[in-house]
Structure formats: C-alpha cells, structure tokens
C-alpha cells in the first residue's frame, strides 16, 4: 500500500518570502501521479499542482512549483512571493496509474500561516 | 470548469436516524465518485469508490452497511449514513472524476459537515 508523510504540522512564511513544504511517499508503482491540494478554511478542495512521474522535468504553475525526486520518493511544495492568500492546509497526495489514479492517498497535512 | 456540487453543507441529526449527502456532478459526467471523511485537523481517507451502474467499493474498516453508496447516474452519487451515532460526526468530502482518462483531474464537492447528537 501507498503511504504518503508530510513532517512539517505547520509551517510559516513571511508575506512575499519562499516557503518549502515537504513530502515523502513510499510506493511499489512505477507510474503514478502527485499533487499538492490546498484546503482553506472553507475546507474546499484545491488542486494546486500535479506532478507525473515518468515527467522528470519539475511542474511549475506561476507561483507555485515542486522539486519532484524520483528515487528518493520526495515531492516538495515551493511557494514563493507568498500571499496572504495562501495560508490554508495543504495535502500532499499520490495517485496510482491506471484505475487507482483517482484512488488518492493523502498525507496528513501542513498548516501553512502567511505573516506580514 | 468542473463543478461538484455537495448537499447538504451541513447537517445534524439526531442518534439513531439516517442522513443522506448527495454528491452532484454538474456540468460534466461523473463515471466515478469517491466518498472521503475528514476528523477535524486530520487527513482525508478514502471511504469508498462508487461507479456507476455497480456497487461501491469500500475501503478496509468501512462498514458497508453503515455507510451505503448509491451511484445511479452518471451525474449523482448518494451516501448514506444510517443509525447515525456521535462518532459518525465529521466531515464528507466527495470527488469526481469524469469519463476518458484515468488520469483527468479530480473535482471536489465542498463537503458536509454532519453532527449526530
């Protein structure tokens, strides 16, 4: 089974700073995909970033870009000129290939505080 | 863009009663649903995987007739909460996928918060 860790409960970043949010995942699957969701206080859902694996090149969208390490099974979060708008939980998450690619698995979250 | 549309936002019942979440796909056709819970300031987990047309998928642990899914269209997916108890209380978050790639993006409702009493 897929596990997904996120080591950091709660980061904080100073508004117009970078921050780096951590995760590790563990699977057996050679195919598969990652995201990062952001969850406001709303507690809606957002796709914020979605890495393939077989892409070795990192996904960037505007602000927000990973670091994607294959063989160390780490896709990290970076934000950066960060915004009050930002400040959110945000869930790593990994998906399976084929039919599972839906089936997500969700590590347990960073709380992300944006100061001014 | 995709909309997922989850009724109630916010429910509670009495213990021992039965609620029904309704998960709505519209503007889009939603082969497949997933079902997740949410404990205040945890994860989501995966309750269960509802096709449409076939029965539920659920997850280890999940009581099946305790939480029962129906998917009868493409566009709608229910879950049920039955005999609903305090612990059933948190919150319900579906997610769509439409028809095509297995890999197409996942839409989220905005949840339901049930509060058994």
């Known amino acids: 089974a897929q596990t997904v860790t996120q080591s950091q409960p709660e980061m904080s970043v100073q508004e117009a700073e970078t921050v780096t949010l951590s995760c590790t995942y563990d699977?057996?699957?050679?195919?598969?995909?990652l995201f990062w969701y952001k969850q406001p206080p709303s507690r809606q859902m957002i796709l914020v970033i979605r890495?393939?694996?077989?892409?070795?090149q990192n996904a960037t969208e505007n602000r927000f870009s990973v670091n994607f390490q294959k063989a160390a099974k780490s896709f990290s979060l970076k934000i950066s000129d960060s915004q009050l708008g930002d400040a959110a939980m945000y869930f790593c998450?990994?998906?399976?290939?084929?039919?599972?690619?839906?089936?997500?698995?969700f590590g347990t979250g960073t709380r992300l505080q944006v100061t001014l | 863009g995709a909309v997922v549309s989850q009724h109630p936002s916010w429910v509670i019942c009495k213990s021992g009663t039965s609620v029904k979440i309704e998960c709505r796909s519209l503007?889009?056709?939603?082969?497949?649903m997933f079902w997740y819970r949410q404990f205040p300031k945890q994860s989501l987990m995966l309750m269960a995987t509802?096709?449409?047309?076939?029965?539920?998928?659920?997850e280890q642990g999940v009581e099946k007739d305790k939480f029962l899914i129906n998917h009868a269209s493409l566009t709608l997916s229910t879950l049920t909460v039955t005999s609903a108890h305090p612990e059933d209380s948190s919150f319900y978050i579906c997610?769509?996928?439409?028809?095509?790639?297995?890999?197409?993006?996942?839409?989220f409702g905005n949840g339901t918060r049930l509060t058994v009493t």
């Open positions: 503007d889009f056709q939603a082969t497949t």
């Open positions: 509802s096709n449409e047309g076939s029965k539920a998928t659920y």
């Open positions: 890495q393939e694996a077989y892409k070795q």
């Open positions: 699977t057996s699957e050679s195919d598969y995909y």
């Open positions: 997610s769509a996928r439409g028809a095509g790639s297995y890999n197409s993006p996942l839409h």
């Open positions: 998450a990994y998906g399976g290939n084929t039919g599972t690619a839906s089936k997500l698995t």
